[in-house]
């Protein structure tokens, strides 16, 4: 059974979990029921809800009705949570290899561990450490970094470099191209990605330069266009993104893609 | 009417006023509603309660019965939200009165700004510039105080000095003082500071450097014991925090404490 997901909230799914069956006979101590959660970065909703039914209508969906699977879009994040009696194990191990068969490295997770927590273990399995240099951001990449208790172990520290001066004086981003090309550029989220690297002496540095808006922005460079980079041994990874809605979605959304990238490139790195 | 105020969030007011027969004449159009939000920081709400009780019980309270006040604690900041028609204006007026009267200084707010907005208009008022130095927040108080649009008028830049290593590196803080005194410590705060503001050559650098959790803690140097500081024109200003609950708990409140630091230097401080 596939329940509609809130927008952003598990808390409705209580609401929809105590009135059913199998966690009302859960409650009842008539059963165990098991929860698991994946978690997918990349594909859209639509996506998804398009391989739960193919799947549900497929050759290995034997027992799928007694899985009751919610999906809900967080932060661009897509969680699936399952929960299922002992009986229908066999059920929900057809569901997660379907899910990865499918998407591949777009599920970061099926352990219930979120990307902060994916991202920690990577670091810390590797004896990596990070240093960031944000401009639009100013400081909510790091202070996320810094959420999880122990986060010393590969968090040295960053930049807020919110003035261009600043930018140059503290990170080394030449003025010139400053001038050139402007803050918001794939070369100065390299330059400051670089710079905070060096500066700190890190295995990797992360940079932010965006116009999270609402003023600001031009037809080159709207509101919503973030360039983000790692540095790291093997080089330079820039990304641009293009987001929408407000000031503090795009400040959000933007945290949250960078803790992809780091994990994607942590993920397929070499030895440090 | 005094209602008690939901801990923590406004919504639950909206409950209590859309079934309120003030509210439902102003739904109605039978009458123009007024809304005016009083802001505190530092009185515990039980002295609030006192003085709403006694201004009620006093000689000015004519037409207070006409007034709708809902106080809510939010961050460590008391808010009065008063509701109330055109013609229960002098009522509100003396009420206004009373809480000025009593608690003098500690209303930061009587016209609906957030402590983010006055702080933002004392900064561009005086021309001033901030730069932050930050241990365990890790960048939230930079990223806070970029949470406006139009922030960079008074926000340069700063530093996440989450290492050791960093502060001295970065910030200048000796590396004897690290070791004699250790990194939470107001001495250490001062420095960091002072290093910020020095750095970026802004009018005020603020730091935090503290004991997060949930480990870390000592029996001199717990679990919530927070130095900040902020250096300005006027000289240094550390405050020694004690908070308690959560990690996250902490580490936001000392946000608050900190643009309220702030907020008390800008208003108190002399020409820049």
Redesign the interface.
Known sequence: MVLPGPPGELRPMWDDAVTDDLVRAALAGAAELRQATVRLWGPPEAELAEVLRAHEDGPSADGFADLEVTTCLRDGELEVVTRYAPTAQPAYDALLAALHAHFGAQVFSDDDRTVDEVVADLLRGRGATVA?A?S????????R???R????AY?????????N??KT??LGVEEALLQRVGAVSEEVAVAMARGARE??GTTYGISVTGVA???GGTAEKPVGLVHVCVSGPDGDEPRELRLGGS??HV?ARTVVSCLHLLRELLTTAGPV
Chains 1, 2 share one sequence.
């Open positions: 960031t944000e639009c951001t100013a400081g909510l990449l790091a202070g970094l810094a959420d208790a122990g986060s010393s968090l040295q520290g960053g930049f807020v470099t919110y003035a001066e600043v004086s503290q500066r700190l808006g609402p003023d000031r503090a400040r």
